[in-house]
């Protein structure tokens, strides 16, 4: 009879990396169920040597087994096992984050379609430039994703030049210039596309950008991992709220996001103009709830020029998240681990940071830490009718709770 000596293997979960498992509770149907590959090594008195077997090879005949693998065992006997050679050993490998400045690039803004050189009308600089010496920029492009002041924003590039596109919006608006840069490189390489009017629809006639939204997608993606920048904002896959519904369809729940709390949070650094919202003469800042809700608004919401869809060219994109501790210092988290990923804050916005190393942990700064605290937050959403953002009075904000997120893909090791 066969005893188990290891299970190595990877879960079907986003968060799962390849490492060793405890098999010895579940049932053989649970195994196949929570584990996407499961290589055994196996001993047995009749073979002289363990031998390695992949769980997939059995699964045509064992994937209902509701006995556990020692109750398999005893039933197959020493009836002989397809093996493999050898178990595949995997490394994960991760996504970086860093603070444009601190890496030595040299940031400006410049009028679109025209050479970063300083000439021109300040109000017609709408495109942020980055360099640095001996920068391949399409490199970057293929591998860099670019936040400006939280948000996230589609590129371009030419043989010199990184370009964020409207990104100098957000710096003439806001006068801030906070600048993240996550990469890919060890990871995969990436494609950006911009999500327009021509890939959305409702998932019925009767349906309504606010309940829903499903995007049709190029079937040259298959086999890729999606995410996507919806108005500046990352949006990951999960069973929740966003999810594939097709072979080239996925389906975005709108009312599962608080779009209207992050159009708030985000009006004073990303260019809502676009919109043509109705503007109230006693008080800009106020929108029409309904109205923001309609399908004529959110069409444009959905399609703004900070809207577009990042493909990871991996089929297995990693997602893990880490909480880090706050400070009683405004701006400041710690972590005894060396950042190097996205952090996020309030509603769902990236925070650029810069990192020190001091008294045996890091130092992580960020401009604004807080997560505002809104009058519409205590009232009914029935009821949120004419909105203007206002803050609390007997409190303006919290402490935002921070996390990182990790995005990662296994790699097979080559001897």
Not at 58 to 82: H, Q
Not at 319 to 339: H, Q, V
């Amino acid at each position: 009879m066969y005893s188990l000596q290891k299970a190595y293997g990877v879960g079907v979960s986003l968060d799962s990396i390849w490492g060793n498992a405890d098999l010895t509770t579940l049932a053989v149907k649970q195994i196949y169920t929570q584990y996407r590959e499961m290589y055994l090594v196996l001993t047995n008195p009749l073979i002289s040597d363990p031998v390695n077997v992949n769980l997939a090879d059995l699964k045509d005949e064992f994937i209902n087994y509701d006995g556990t693998l020692v109750d398999l065992f005893t039933e197959i006997g020493d009836r002989a096992l397809p093996t493999v050679d050898s178990i595949p050993k995997y490394k994960t490998k991760w996504a970086t984050f860093g603070d444009a400045f601190s890496q030595g690039y040299k940031v400006d803004i410049n009028e679109p379609g025209r050479a970063p050189d300083g000439a021109g009308r300040r109000d017609n600089k709408t495109e942020v430039s980055i360099t640095r010496s001996r920068l391949n920029a399409k490199y970057m492009y293929d591998h860099c994703l670019v936040s400006l002041n939280g948000y996230f924003y589609p590129t371009d590039c030419d043989n010199d030049n990184l370009y964020i596109l409207n990104g100098g919006k957000s710096l003439l608006r806001s006068r801030r210039n906070q600048i993240g840069i996550l990469s890919f490189q060890d990871v995969a390489k990436i494609e950006q596309f911009p999500v327009t009017k021509n890939i959305i629809s409702k998932m019925s006639a009767e349906g309504k950008y606010a309940n829903e939204v499903v995007f049709s997608i190029d079937p040259k993606y298959q086999n890729k991992s999606i995410i996507l920048s919806l108005a500046g904002h990352l949006v990951f896959p999960n069973e929740h709220n966003f999810r594939k519904i097709g072979d080239n369809e996925w389906l975005l729940s709108m009312s599962d996001l608080p779009i209207i709390e992050r159009y708030f949070e985000s009006r004073n650094f990303i260019d809502y103009s676009s919109l043509n919202l109705t503007v109230f003469p006693d008080n800009p800042d106020k929108i029409n709830v309904e109205e923001f809700l309609s399908d004529e608004v959110l069409e444009k919401y959905i399609t703004h020029e900070q809207s577009f869809f990042i493909v990871v060219d991996t089929p297995s994109l990693i997602r893990t998240t880490d909480y880090i501790r706050g400070s009683k210092l405004p701006g400041m988290f710690t972590s005894y681990d060396e950042p190097k990923s996205l952090l996020f804050v309030g509603r769902g916005r990236t925070a650029e940071y810069w990192k020190t190393y001091e008294d045996g942990h890091w130092a992580v700064n960020v401009v604004n830490s807080y997560m505002p605290n809104r009058t519409f937050d205590s009232v009914n959403e029935k009821h949120r009718v004419i909105n203007a953002g206002t803050d609390t009075p007997h409190r303006l904000y919290y402490d935002s709770r921070a996390f990182f997120l990790n995005l990662g893909v296994d790699v097979l090791e080559t001897p």
